[in-house]
């Protein structure tokens, strides 16, 4: 239960725009940076793990320093959180993949399908404000 209600608290501030673009002010520029979900199926593990793999990509100036990955099936959830230090996204302006393992909170996962979400947070110390960046997609999860 304690687990659900820290989901439902973290899910809530990220809708709700607690990490935001901002506007833009004249001459400046902004740091580029991006996060998606890629390679379909997603892969249910002997362990009872969700594999997939996220591509990230962001200017070297900016610092990664969350990510969250969440799947959601209808009888099981599970939720993954990682903060820096380390950065969770190398930044060096190149895309970078990386799998992800979500692990079920409730439930069990099972092959079908599932939504799959994931955030990435970036600080940019030169305009001193946080970047967000997510991906939500519905993927098939199969056993092998």
Known sequence: ???????????ALLSIG????GPAVAGETRAAASARIVDRPAVLR????VR?????KCDSRL???ELDASVVQYQASGFLLRLAP?????????????????????GTFAPGSATVSVFV???????????????TATLTVVKR
């Open 63 to 65: 610092q990664a320093f």
């Open 18 to 21: 607690v990490l935001t673009n």
């Open 121 to 135: 947070g970036f600080y940019d110390p030169q305009e001193d404000r946080d970047l967000a960046r997510r991906d």
């Open 52 to 56: 997939f793999t996220i591509a990230a």
């Open 1 to 11: 239960m304690i687990i659900k209600a820290a989901l439902a608290a973290v899910m």
């Open 86 to 106: 380390p950065a969770v996204v190398l930044c060096d302006g190149l895309r970078h993949r990386q799998r992800v393992v979500v692990y079920p909170s409730t």
């Open 46 to 49: 002997p362990d009872g793990g």
